[in-house]
């Protein structure tokens, strides 16, 4: 059985410490530099519905579409509805969406945990202008083949870009939805 361990000595013991600081310094800085940059936030206003319908039918089939990608859904007294999720167990997300015949829109209305700034806030500097443009590019070239697309009009805030994936998955249900066949 070999022997016990021998303490350190003082003297041995503070550059032992300061690397075990500096270490912790440097994973907590990788982390925080590893987060995501903000992206403009996009609404999606008066997307065509498609084939011929009637508000009730276009209403019935976007509820379908949100439900079908665990979105809750309520009705608003002046006929909009609004659906909000919980995403990754921790995004939450909320959007108004209105409708017509022939059209719907989706606007944000709140989220949580997605970082959420206006314009007259965001910093692009303390961004980094390079990574902010590369990440405005990557972000449209990703969606630039979805339908719902040409109908993104730009907002007044910047988020992250979680928010634009869980809207562009909703949407994508709704526009099934919209296309099925009426049951």
Not at 18 to 30: D, I, K, N, W, Y
Not at 94 to 115: F, G, H
Request: glycine residues 4%.
């Amino acid at each position: 059985m070999p022997p016990p361990p021998l303490p350190l000595p003082p003297s041995t013991m503070m550059p032992l410490v300061r690397l075990c600081c500096l270490v912790l310094f440097l994973a907590f800085a990788g982390q925080a530099s590893a987060q995501r940059v903000l992206v403009p936030l996009y609404d999606f206003k008066d997307i065509p519905v498609g084939a011929p319908a009637t508000a009730a039918r276009v209403k019935a089939a976007l509820v379908r579409g949100a439900l079908n990608q665990s979105w809750e859904v309520v009705q608003e007294a002046d006929g909009s509805l609004l659906a909000s999720a919980l995403k990754s167990d921790k995004h939450y997300i909320k959007v108004r969406i209105t409708y017509d015949a022939t059209k719907y829109s989706l606007v944000y209305l709140d989220s949580r945990e997605l970082k959420v700034v206006t314009a007259a806030g965001f910093d692009p500097k303390g961004m980094q202008e390079k990574r902010l443009a590369y990440a405005e590019k990557e972000n449209l070239e990703n969606y630039k083949y979805e339908p719902s697309t040409p109908f993104a009009v730009k907002s007044d805030f910047y988020i992250h870009p979680y928010y634009e994936g869980y809207v562009r998955e909703l949407l994508a249900s709704l526009r099934r939805h919209l296309m099925a066949p009426e049951v």
